[in-house]
């Protein structure tokens, strides 16, 4: 199975169409100005193509492995680190962590810079939120380092926003996350 | 988009240096045929009465000899390659225009009928040539005679079926004939729709002049988090710098995460 990324939590694998919302996104003040921006400096350039392209960015923009934001989630809690400097100190020893039931909020911003001849045209800034409950998980800990997770349940939601516009939005749902995630971080 | 109505869609397909190709050879084209066209209507124009002379002269046939003045013939006789007379012939109704094809001199009819049996012999013709002291008259006899007609040498009357067809004002005969009125109409639609096409081609590209409709993706798994999408069209280098965001993370829980205690640490 390939890594879990947020590109598969928000589509699905043959979900093409990644701006369902676009009529709405060109209304928004960052497209107007990248399209007075294209029209004024690009004659003869048509918008089509490059809104087409600036809707097909959104997938590479958000791949970025789950497993990463819920090991910086974890990483930099207080009593995490305590148990990560704890196995640090005592060598081989490894410490199995169960967490409570919690929920992991994540907000990004990716953006998309157009540049034309290497000028840049604008930035369209999205906002993508994540919330994550996890019931029932347990962290494996050794050697100064988060090195495995088992998360038995987890529901998730999220959504994506482009200047207050929802382009995408997931609602709560069960997410299948796989055995166990092994950490590098 | 609107398109031009060639077989293939020109500004989709092709890039640019290949457009300008193609546009450029129906060009030429129409520029050689507008050329070769205008010369010969202005050489008719100027010198019709010598067009039978030329054309006998040109030719190279006796009048004692019975072979047709076929186009393909007259061609071999002047030294050019066999066959293109011909193919020439064929595509009369386009080039009309020729002398040789559309002339009624170089119509495909035997040239001994221009001297009607019986009525006038050769040899008669001969006697008359010598008395006219033309040299040539022996070998070529009705060269001579049109020659000699065309010299305004007409104090000794020739018999009215010896007479070459005389010119009347207006336009030549070839010119008024079926296929070459087809011809110089093909020709004339042909040259303003070439016009009407290459000033559509030349407002289309000015208004949008390089972009291929159809942008290509290149996907650069660049460095770290950064990479370009690119559109290949120039002179554009148009790009897309996609940033991505690890975010920030914060961790809500009601009895502490790991249950030892309570509240809500924010990372970033």
Redesign the interface.
Known sequence: MDEMTLEHFFFSRDDLNTCGKRDELEKTGSMTRIREAVAGV?????WE??AD??C??VK??L??PVR??LC???T?????EEYIRKSARQGGETFL??????????????????????RSLGEIVFH?SLAFTIDGAVLVIGQGHLREAKVRNCIGSGRICCDQVVMVEKAMDKIRFPDRFVFTC | MKRLSFPINIDRLVPDRIFIQLAALPVVCALFCAALSSAFLLFFLFFRPAANTLAVEWSGFSAGETAEMTPDRIFRRRGGLPGVGRALFFLRPLVSFLPVMASPTSSPRPASSLIPAGSFPPRQVVAFLKKMHLPQAGSDGFLAITSLWRQGESAHPLPPSLRPPVHRAGPPAWFLRREGVAGWLASALAAGYLLIRLNRMKAIRKKRPELEPEAKMVLDAGVQEMFLLEAVAAPYAFRLRLRKDPGEQAIECAAGLTGRAHGEERNG
């Open positions: 690009a004659r003869g350039m048509h193509e490059v392209m600036l097909r960015s590479p923009l791949d970025l990463e934001i910086s989630g974890w930099k809690q207080a009593e995490i962590v169960p967490l409570a039931r919690h929920t992991l909020r994540s907000e990004h911003k990716p953006a998309v810079e157009i540049l034309l001849n290497q993508v």
